[in-house]
């Protein structure tokens, strides 16, 4: 992680509509440079428009957002040459070669021939794509064309990324590869703006986490802040027997009471030293306990208690289609 307090992406007051359809409401975002700033929210909320107005594919019909500097509306073809934009959906021509359709960037980015075959090769190895380069993109696994659609974006080697749900569809194999380029991307000073369903996605990368929800901001911090946010914290304690049960629970009052699971709930931050205490305390009474599991809360717990919507990881992606004009 970097230590810059430099601002990549500023947006003061986004607002757009789609005829009487409010997607967004007046939103203010700051990104610092060389940082990951994931946007949580469930379909629908505005994650997918909020890109695309940043990346100068479609216009705010008000407020203001900058790019190192560079105004969105007044100089979108400066913000274009800092930027690179992985969607929801591949940019890759199944037609193609891998090193064909890298070499098709390189042509669009005005690379001469020599430059381009250099970034070409080097995004190859970087990307673990070398041995496949010459084979068609069809034959590509799900990961590598993810792998092979975020190298594209990176031929004009941009300042700030834009992933757009970048890892849905991925098995947690291919998922956790991607998040070690995302990190290494990031140690090399870029800027990511990443939108995802999953929620741990977040939590293992990202430095600032905005909930967004029916097109506002409703929350916004490092996930270690958002957490603190939520109560329920808890200690779930399993019993061998009904006998152990209800010894537990004369011995524990505030638990919540399982019979047919055998388990009880106890509240807890899930410290040590909280640990250490009801399991003292449940020695002293000479009750044993045949398992324990601690939950202390996490962005699904901020998710559902912030946007009152289930966790929609397991869901379609968020498509946010503008309705027909």
Do not use: C
């Not at 603190?228 to 200690?235: A, F, K």
């Not at 398992?291 to 498509?319: E, I, K």
Request: charged share 25%.
């Amino acid at each position: 992680m970097t230590s810059s307090t430099k601002p990549a992406i500023v947006a003061t007051d986004l607002r757009k509509s789609y005829g009487d359809t409010v997607v967004l409401d007046g939103i203010d975002l700051m990104i610092t440079e060389g940082t990951i700033f994931a946007l949580l929210g469930p379909n629908g909320a505005g994650k997918t428009t909020t890109v695309q107005i940043l990346s100068t594919l479609v216009a705010a019909d008000g407020g203001q957002a900058r790019v190192f500097g560079h105004d969105l509306q007044r100089d979108p073809d400066a913000v274009r040459e800092l930027i690179g934009v992985t969607g929801q959906f591949s940019a890759v021509d199944n037609l193609l070669t891998g090193r064909e359709n890298l070499n098709l960037m390189a042509d669009l980015r005005h690379l001469d021939k020599t430059s381009g075959r250099r970034r070409v090769d080097e995004l190859l190895d970087q990307f673990d794509l070398a041995d496949a380069a010459d084979k068609p993109a069809s034959t590509y696994s799900g990961g590598m064309r993810r792998r092979l659609d975020l190298a594209m974006t990176l031929v004009g080697e941009p300042r700030v990324i834009f992933l757009d749900e970048p890892t849905t569809g991925l098995d947690p194999r291919s998922r956790r590869a991607m998040w070690e380029i995302i990190r290494g991307l990031v140690a090399e000073g870029v800027t990511i703006l990443l939108t995802t369903q999953y929620l741990e996605e977040a939590d293992q990368l990202a430095d600032r986490v905005a909930f967004l929800d029916h097109g506002r901001l409703i929350a916004e911090g490092t996930p270690r802040e958002l957490k603190r946010l939520i109560p329920g914290g808890h200690v779930v304690l399993q019993f061998a027997d009904q006998e152990g049960l209800a010894s537990a629970a004369r011995a524990l009052p505030v638990a919540t009471r399982d019979d047919a699971a055998l388990t009880l709930q106890v509240p807890s931050d899930g410290g040590v030293g909280a640990l250490r205490s009801l399991l003292d305390q449940l020695d002293r009474a000479s009750i044993t306990v045949a398992g324990l599991t601690v939950h202390t809360p996490d962005l699904d717990d901020v998710f559902l208690t912030l946007t009152g919507q289930p966790d929609t990881r397991a869901g379609r992606p968020d498509h946010e289609r503008a309705p027909a004009r």
